[in-house]
């Protein structure tokens, strides 16, 4: 039986031939969006908080309301600490009740990310919590997007080594993925992913701008857990824009969150098509 509730769930999907989705959520709306996406197209899904975001003024209470609408999905929806280094925010992160952290390792030498990642998952899986990892570096900043250049690419051989030294539940991996926008053509290297496939279950960061047989080719080659953010917090800012003029005379706030939601949500419809739930028939139109 898999140690967390987070790795039983990339488990099933896995057994599908299929990803679970993840999608970072900066506020209700966007938790919203995800949430209902995932309900309508019966998926599990995982919302991100960023490390901004639970650092920031009122971000543990905004994971702890993550938390608890996501018990009330009708789908396994999952809370998850995104890209955290910092010892203190992960024992936030567990004592706020979050389904699994990214203990982001990826700056330090490899012995360091060994013992630091061996070393948060000795004491959150216990706990129930759940610990992803990062070899290899996946460039870019997580919470404001420009142009990016691919980082240093996951080495197969060590992937398999520094799982077994540290007994994470899940690993994101580094093969030309980048977070925010890619300068250029992306180009992912499947190789190296077929090469690096095998447990853990693997992750697949920066999924925005990816075009979708990428993503299923991903899929296809055993990644477990695909992160989006990017597209999202783009599909937010077009619909405020769009729907601003109409609503400002009355000051119609609840128009403007609905129409932010719906453009959010057909985002993470067309992703989770990509990662294997959705029929075709079955998306929104646009
Ligand atoms: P994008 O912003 O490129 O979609 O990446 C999201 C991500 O990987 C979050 O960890």
Redesign the pocket.
Known sequence: MAATRFAAVLERARGLGRAVG?F?CYDLEGFEAVAGSAEAQGAPAIV?I?PSSFAAPGGRRLARAFVAMATEASVDLLVQL??VSDRDQIERAADAGLDAV?ADGSKLDYEQNVEFTRTVAGSLRPRGVAVEAELGR?E?H?DR?GP?ASGELTDPAQAREFAERTGVDCL?VAIG??????SGTPRLDFDRLEAITGTPPL????????PEPALRRAVALGVAK????????AAYFGALRANVDATEEGLDLKALGEATVAAVARVVDSKLAAFGWAPEELRRSA
């Open positions: 993840a970072t991100l960023s995104d890209h990214m996946v870019g997580e997007a990016v994101a993925n980048v977070h925010g926008h890619y992750s697949l960061h920066g999924a925005s701008g990816l695909v992160n989006v953010n990017t597209e999202l917090r």
